[in-house]
């Protein structure tokens, strides 16, 4: 079966530090990876995609993410974070026509 | 501003009664799909429709229904075989194609009383 997962329940870091955000998947053939960014009540936002050509792949808010075929992982990163960015974060593989998420990792960065 | 959009944004449901969550979106966009969200269980698939009066179950469509009739709108009933329908749930939308991204309204979050 093709899926993600996501080793973090919660993730602390200090203001200005990087952020990495963990996940990895499973899937057979090229994957398509997606990573979304969840605020308290409200929606996913979407932050970024892999669909194939350069590993790093750049996204909104400074977000990036390095796709790595041999260890089969999709990790997000911030160079220096924010204290708005503490949210709640999802990876995710898109699976025929659906998008199998992560169970999520809560990220909190401290002033 | 094209978006999403979702409500009520709370609801509450009695013993045995069926409700509907709306979801209308203005993005054009071919395919649409719901999700429930539990804490610590990421998002589980509901239905999702790709075209206008058709639609597939996904991994948890046991007590629920769906209906496309028109393209904006793609409206959830939980009904009262839904044993367990105290959750948030999110409607997304996208454009037809496996790299394109889903775009989420702000959800409605369910309570039984």
């Known amino acids: 079966a093709q899926s993600v997962a996501q080793p973090e329940d919660q993730v602390n870091v200090a203001e200005g530090n990087p952020l990495t955000v963990k996940c990895t998947y499973s899937?057979?053939?090229?994957?398509?990876l997606f990573w979304y960014v969840q605020y308290p009540n409200r929606g996913l936002q979407f932050l970024l995609k892999y669909i194939t050509g350069d590993n790093l792949v750049k996204g909104s808010y400074g977000f990036e993410a390095e796709f790595n075929k041999s260890q089969t992982s999709f990790h997000l990163k911030k160079p220096s974070a924010l204290v708005s960015d503490s949210a709640l974060y999802f990876c995710?593989?898109?699976?025929?026509?659906?998008?199998?998420f992560g169970a999520g990792t809560t990220v909190t960065v401290r002033a | 501003d094209g978006g999403i959009t979702q409500s009520p944004k709370y609801l509450f449901r009695k013993e045995g009664q069926n409700v509907t969550l709306s979801c209308e979106q203005n993005l054009n966009h071919d395919a649409m799909y719901w999700y429930r969200q539990d804490p610590g269980q990421g998002l589980r698939l509901i239905y999702y429709s790709q075209i206008v009066n058709d639609f597939q179950k996904g991994d948890i469509a046991e007590g629920y229904s769906v209906s496309r009739e028109k393209k904006e709108s793609f409206p959830l009933t939980v009904t009262s075989a839904q044993k367990n329908p105290t959750a948030f749930y999110l409607c997304?939308?996208?454009?037809?194609?496996?790299?394109?991204?889903?775009?989420f309204g702000d959800g409605t979050r369910l309570s039984i009383l």
């Open positions: 995710a593989v898109r699976v025929d026509y659906k998008l199998s």
């Open positions: 899937v057979s053939g090229n994957p398509y």
């Open positions: 997304a939308s996208s454009i037809k194609g496996p790299n394109q991204p889903q775009h």
